[in-house]
């Protein structure tokens, strides 16, 4: 009796347990991309978001015109402003992902917009190129920074089969401020001046507040699962996100990391953002740095980003310099633009031929821009220039998109997302170095000619620094070998 006892006890006590395991279901949440509908509204928010955070970094060229004559300084001094911004805006990108895991992509992205905005507001009211520094180089920059990865990365969450189209219309606001904001920065300048243009570009930030208003997150499959453990999901989640081509920026930086698992028993909230602030970090893995194809193109970040920026952001001035006032210069700019927007267009058509991999894409690309910039010292004409940057900017269009997809190579899917963190931090030091020094450059020889042929070295050494991926891969693999035999 004593036996039946027990046993009754023992089935009401198993009932009462698989009672609370249904009522205490586990289940694992993961992104369910609808391929159109509220994506493309997705698209056209970061589109936006690009063309004023990105874009207008590297169209700060009226600006620096003005700002030259307005407090007689340098073009040194000068152009290290936008160099300060350039600088944040890609420094600031691995950091905004751990802001997005957060908190989410739509408030990080709104305060960046909010601080570009209030940048560019005390911009207006400075009295001294230092003060610039502050509100523009360093304000507008964190601002800048805050935007461009999340807005860059987000699109991946809705698209899956038609990302590379997608990601394509994001990226192709970069070009479309060459296009647009150029010339209507030189236009609010002659207008309202160089203060009420600031002010007018305060308020054009807003805009990507606006927009940050559409970045809600996708609709989400839900998985019923027996067992869940936070990693086993998180390595889970990063396998599918893995799927997704690697032409976005930080593509598997995104907000896949909430979609964690969940269940009945929650864990503490503390908990949750360690563990999601320590996988961040983990974007600065300094392990990559033993990979020599990886240091090579770290390097080459540096050497191509100080020669790209500032063939931009000085080619108005240099046109003034060669007495071309009619057309305006800052057409010059928009045609680069429009043959670069061709350019990012005709790049997939390209590597998808066979005819070239990615790497010689990337070395050649730079390395016609180089010899473009060494070249344009012969021309001092409208019209030769326009040739001649015409052929810049698609060289531009089809090396530029290239950059991701060769550091995915150099580095393996596992590594990317540190890898292309690292090496925005590359390119942001090539942005802060190159503008100052070829302005300094020029206030030396009051020529732009020499500053030309030192940009355009850069952007041809960058490119010449690639042919040696062939040998480097020989050499790796040779040593691998004889590790293998000892």
């Not at 586990?26 to 493309?40: A, F, L, V």
């Not at 308020?203 to 996708?218: E, I, K, W």
């Amino acid at each position: 009796m004593s036996a039946g006892h027990h046993n009754r006890d023992d089935e009401q006590s198993k009932i009462r347990t698989d009672e609370t395991v249904s009522k205490n279901p586990t289940y694992r949440y993961e992104d369910d991309p609808p391929d159109g509908g509220w994506g493309w509204l997705i698209v056209l928010s970061s589109h936006i978001c690009i063309l004023l955070s990105y874009g207008s970094s590297v169209c700060f060229s009226p600006f620096i015109v003005r700002l030259k004559d307005y407090f007689e300084d340098g073009a040194g001094p000068v152009g290290g402003i936008s160099g300060t911004a350039i600088f944040l805006s890609q420094v600031l990108g691995p950091i905004s992902t751990i802001l997005v895991k957060r908190f989410s992509c739509r408030s990080v992205v709104l305060v960046g917009g909010a601080i570009s905005s209030t940048g560019f507001l005390l911009s207006s009211f400075s009295t001294q190129v230092s003060h610039l520094y502050v509100t523009y180089g360093l304000i507008t920059g964190c601002g800048y920074g805050l935007i461009i990865t999340p807005a860059m990365s987000f699109p991946a969450r809705y698209f899956k089969k038609r990302y590379a189209f997608a990601n394509g219309l994001v990226f192709a606001g970069n070009a479309v401020a060459w296009i647009a904001i150029t010339p209507l920065s030189q236009f609010l300048i002659e207008l309202y001046g160089w203060r009420g243009a600031m002010l007018i570009f305060s308020a054009l930030q807003l805009h990507v507040c606006v927009f940050s208003l559409f970045l809600l997150a996708p609709p989400q499959k839900r998985f019923l699962i027996e067992e869940c453990q936070t990693s086993k999901c998180l390595k889970e989640n990063a396998s599918a996100t893995d799927e997704i081509s690697a032409n976005s920026c930080i593509l598997e930086l995104d907000e896949s990391l909430e979609n964690t698992c969940t269940s009945g028993n929650h864990k503490e909230d503390s908990s949750k953002t360690k563990k999601l602030f320590k996988s961040c970090i983990n974007v600065f893995d300094l392990s990559l740095f033993s990979n020599p194809l990886f240091v090579l193109l770290c390097i080459d970040y540096v050497m191509f980003a100080s020669g790209f920026f500032p063939t931009l952001l000085f080619l108005v001035d240099r046109a003034l310099t060669l007495d071309i006032h009619t057309p305006s210069p800052t057409t010059l700019v928009m045609i680069a633009g429009v043959t670069s927007l061709i350019g990012r267009v005709c790049h997939g058509v390209i590597i998808d031929s066979k005819i070239i991999t990615s790497v010689q894409g990337l070395a050649g690309g730079l390395m016609v821009c180089g010899l473009v910039n060494i070249f344009s010292v012969f021309t001092s004409s409208y019209i030769s220039l326009a040739l001649i940057y015409t052929v810049f900017g698609f060289a531009n269009g089809v090396y530029n998109p290239l950059t991701t997809v060769v550091v995915k190579d150099f580095v393996g899917r596992k590594k990317f997302p540190q890898g292309q963190g690292l090496c925005q931090v590359f390119r942001g030091i090539g942005g802060l170095i190159g503008p100052p020094i070829t302005g300094l450059i020029f206030d030396a020889s009051q020529s732009y000619n020499v500053c030309y042929i030192y940009s355009g070295s850069m952007l041809f050494l960058g490119g010449f620094m690639l042919v040696s991926v062939p040998c480097i891969r020989k050499w790796g693999r040779s040593r691998v070998e004889i590790y293998e035999k000892d």
